[in-house]
């Protein structure tokens, strides 16, 4: 019973509890609040009904879940190999690969919670390794600097925060 027992609505991200026969998700618990959370601003802001609207509504949160995270981990990911990169090759190799040899693409035609848990290791990582650089943004410092300021406090907040999420959204992650 419910919305994925009915015609077009079917997913094989669910399991049957056995003695109760209900139905559960796979998706992470909080994956599915925040897309419930979009739902509802979606709803409240241009009236659509995930029934009726069916296609505008999916389409949006899928954007918003899964292309919106994946510009910001190329993002990341480019500047990370900008400074740690040694040459222009090996720059643009990384990146391609992010880009076209990885099973994220794939995934971005699907609500999932892949990309959103890859986005928040890259998030996690890139203010991780700034606060490790001292912030001076994965740059040397030039010879007979002071050295570089302290990280500003919000890295730190920011890298808890994402490598939390990223547990959050993907298990193994924890690890």
């Given at each position: 019973r419910?919305?994925?027992a ?13 003695s109760r ?8 618990p909080?994956l599915?609040?925040?897309?419930a ?8 802001a241009?009236g659509?009904s ?15 879940f899964?292309v919106?995270?994946l510009?910001v ?14 040459t222009?090759w090996?720059r643009?190799y990384v990146v391609?690969?992010?880009?076209f040899?990885?099973?994220l693409?794939?995934f ?5 919670n892949h990309t959103i848990?890859?986005?928040g290791?890259?998030?996690a ?14 740059s ?6 002071a ?7 919000y890295?730190?907040?920011?890298a808890?925060?994402f ?9 193994p992650a924890?690890?």
């Amino acid at each position: 019973r419910g919305i994925v027992a009915e015609d077009g609505w079917q997913t094989v991200d669910k399991v049957l509890h056995p003695s109760r026969l209900e139905y559960y998700s796979t998706k992470p618990p909080l994956l599915t609040v925040l897309a419930a959370g979009e739902y509802w601003l979606l709803e409240k802001a241009f009236g659509w009904s995930i029934v009726d609207d069916r296609w505008a509504v999916v389409r949006t949160i899928v954007w918003t879940f899964n292309v919106l995270p994946l510009i910001v981990y190329l993002t990341l990911l480019a500047r990370l190999a900008d400074g740690f990169g040694a040459t222009d090759w090996g720059r643009l190799y990384v990146v391609a690969a992010a880009c076209f040899a990885t099973l994220l693409t794939p995934f971005l035609i699907t609500f999932n919670n892949h990309t959103i848990a890859t986005c928040g290791v890259v998030v996690a990582l890139y203010t991780g390794l700034r606060i490790w650089s001292g912030d001076g943004v994965f740059s040397r410092d030039p010879e007979g600097s002071a050295g570089p300021a302290p990280p500003p406090r919000y890295l730190f907040a920011l890298a808890g925060f994402f490598a939390g999420f990223t547990a959050c959204a993907e298990l193994p992650a924890t690890a």
